[in-house]
């Protein structure tokens, strides 16, 4: 019999509609946890829930909007329980030099992005505090959370601010709460692919992102999502962490 090591736990992951979140939401799925799916397009949902080999739940919000994000938590305490392990992988990009940057763009990265993330977070970890459960919270960063790069500066902005946000949320929540972050380099998922279209040649995106890259390939959002698994696991013993794996974009 496969072992289950996440059995009995309840896990909310934002961004399941595709790349990150839906590898994660597939993971956590095969080590035995239920997981609630939340992402902005129903369809979409659907598509991962058949995915999963456990029970799901299928819960269509936006991260930005606050109230939605409470009433999901609420779907998800009904049915199962106080969720006890969160991954807040909705985000977007919108690469814009700056004299594109507008206001309105600047504010929906924002807001997606590390708004999103601590209404999440907020949620998650207030329930978990005043039901007494012990938990887990995975927040996705980026390397450009520490790295600078030209016509992201709304997105490098919004990422290093969810780094802030989880080192704080871990002081705050301990010990009865976890809180890390994964920060990837690139990742082949829908997201950079439409970056690449969008710079006219996807090809030479493409190849200039590898030669960047020290380890000259992109990583798979299933690699990702067993960085999840590492974190979420019982006898980790990290909080206020961030955990890079980008290829070595960040430390060579």
Request: charged letters at 15%; proline letters at 6%.
């Given at each position: 019999?496969?072992?289950?090591?996440?059995?009995?736990?309840?896990?909310?992951?934002?961004?399941?509609s595709s790349g990150i979140g839906a590898a994660a939401a597939r993971a956590l799925s095969a080590a035995g946890a239920r997981v609630a799916l939340l992402a902005r397009t129903p369809a979409a949902l659907a598509g991962t829930a058949t995915t999963l080999p456990g029970e799901s739940l299928q819960l269509p919000a936006d991260v930005a909007d606050e109230?939605?994000?409470?009433?999901?938590?609420?779907?998800?305490?009904?049915?199962?329980?106080?969720?006890?392990?969160?991954?807040?992988?909705?985000?977007v990009s919108q690469p814009a030099h700056l004299a594109e940057l507008t206001p309105e763009r600047w504010r929906h990265t924002l807001d997606v992005n590390l708004s999103g993330t601590f209404h999440v977070?907020?949620?998650?970890?207030l329930r978990m505090r005043r039901a007494g459960v012990t938990?887990?919270?995975?927040?996705?960063?980026?390397?450009?959370?520490?790295?600078?790069?030209?016509?992201?500066?709304?997105?490098c902005a919004s990422k290093a601010g969810v780094l802030g946000l989880?080192?704080?949320?871990?002081?705050?929540?301990?010990?009865g709460v976890r809180v890390n972050a994964i920060c990837p380099g690139p990742v082949e998922t829908p997201m950079l692919a439409a970056e690449f279209e969008a710079e006219g040649d996807a090809r030479a995106a493409y190849d200039a992102t590898i030669a960047r890259v020290p380890l000259k390939r992109l990583a798979s959002a299933d690699e990702v999502?067993?960085?999840?698994?590492?974190?979420?696991?019982?006898?980790?013993y990290a909080t206020g962490t961030a955990l890079h794996l980008d290829g070595g974009t960040t430390g060579v």
């Open positions: 019999m496969t072992a289950q090591p996440l059995a009995n736990r309840v896990a909310v992951v934002t961004g399941a109230t939605r994000v409470a009433a999901a938590f609420d779907r998800v305490e009904a049915a199962w329980g106080v969720p006890d392990l969160v991954v807040t992988s909705a985000g977070a907020r949620e998650a970890g938990g887990d919270i995975v927040t996705v960063g980026s390397e450009l959370a520490v790295i600078g790069m030209p016509a992201y500066i709304a997105y989880t080192r704080a949320l871990a002081a705050e929540l301990a010990p999502a067993v960085a999840v698994l590492y974190l979420v696991a019982p006898t980790t």
